[in-house]
């Protein structure tokens, strides 16, 4: 089964630290662009950070810079992003999503996770 799985979503004050994990089965890890976007009530799914299949690429959305990394493990198949200083307006559900090609648009995504829910508190 292809799927990729999402955890490590939880409730912080702003100021803290999340890591999400991502896990991807059924399909070569390596071939795929990954890339975690948000959802937030009211607003549209935006691109948070992708990163391309050999790792080599990363992209972030100017409102994490600096705050969050992005980083993939392909011995496990499992994509990571680390978010420090966790602010309110991160508040949102996180998904994961892979892409044949390096593209960070919600449109240009092949496969989608379930979420995971990051709410910050100030």
């Known amino acids: 089964q292809v799927q990729v799985v999402e955890s490590g979503g939880d409730l912080v004050q702003a100021g803290g630290s999340l890591r999400l994990s991502c896990t991807a089965s059924?399909?070569?890890?390596?071939?795929?662009?990954m890339g975690w976007f948000r959802h937030a009530p009211g607003k549209e799914r935006e691109g948070v950070s992708c990163?391309?299949?050999?790792?080599?690429?990363?992209y972030y959305s100017n409102f994490v810079k600096g705050r969050f990394t992005i980083f993939r493990d392909r011995a496990q198949n499992t994509l990571y992003l680390q978010m420090n200083n966790l602010a309110p307006e991160d508040t949102a559900m996180y998904y994961c999503?892979?892409?044949?090609?390096?593209?960070?648009?919600?449109?240009?995504?092949?496969?989608w996770g379930q979420g995971t829910q990051v709410t910050v508190s100030s």
């Open positions: 999503a892979a892409s044949r090609t390096f593209s960070c648009l919600p449109g240009a995504q092949a496969l």
């Open positions: 990163i391309s299949g050999e790792g080599l690429a990363t």
């Open positions: 059924g399909l070569g890890f390596d071939d795929y662009s």
